[in-house]
Nanobody
Framework: QVQLVESGGGLVQAGRPLRLSCAAS????????MGWYRQAPGKQRELVAA???????NYADSAKGRFTISRDNAKNTVYLQMNRLKPEDTAVYYC???????????????WGQGTQVTVSS
């Protein structure tokens, strides 16, 4: 089993930055992709940004130019630096890790518990 612990959410004024962190722990074997999703009230969960083990990144159009995803493989941690936040960025942000499980060698998605980000206007 892999556990994900997110931190860094909170209430912030529009235009201000915020940084999210997600640390993976447990029976780690091989972490592939790491990413952030978000879900606003009444909306489906959507991809914000993702990063592969090789460092390739992918961003939602709404995040391009404002958000930066990065990872520290030594710490098994992924970060999301969010700049110039807007009220429409308000959502619960979820960390996602794609992992090859020890023993079964099967790929499995793991999710964090979510952290609330609220951007006031």
């Amino acid at each position: 089993q892999v556990q994900l612990v997110e931190s860094g959410g909170g209430l912030v004024q529009a235009g201000r930055p915020l940084r999210l962190s997600c640390a993976a722990s447990g029976s780690l074997f091989s972490i592939n992709s790491m990413g952030w999703y978000r879900q606003a009230p009444g909306k489906q969960r959507e991809l914000v940004a993702a990063i592969t083990s090789g460092g390739s990144t992918n961003y939602a159009d709404s995040a391009k130019g404002r958000f930066t995803i990065s990872r520290d493989n030594a710490k098994n941690t992924v970060y999301l630096q969010m700049n110039r936040l807007k009220p429409e960025d308000t959502a619960v942000y979820y960390c996602n890790v794609g992992h090859i499980d020890r023993g079964t060698f099967r790929y499995r998605d793991y999710w964090g518990q979510g952290t609330q980000v609220t951007v006031s206007s």
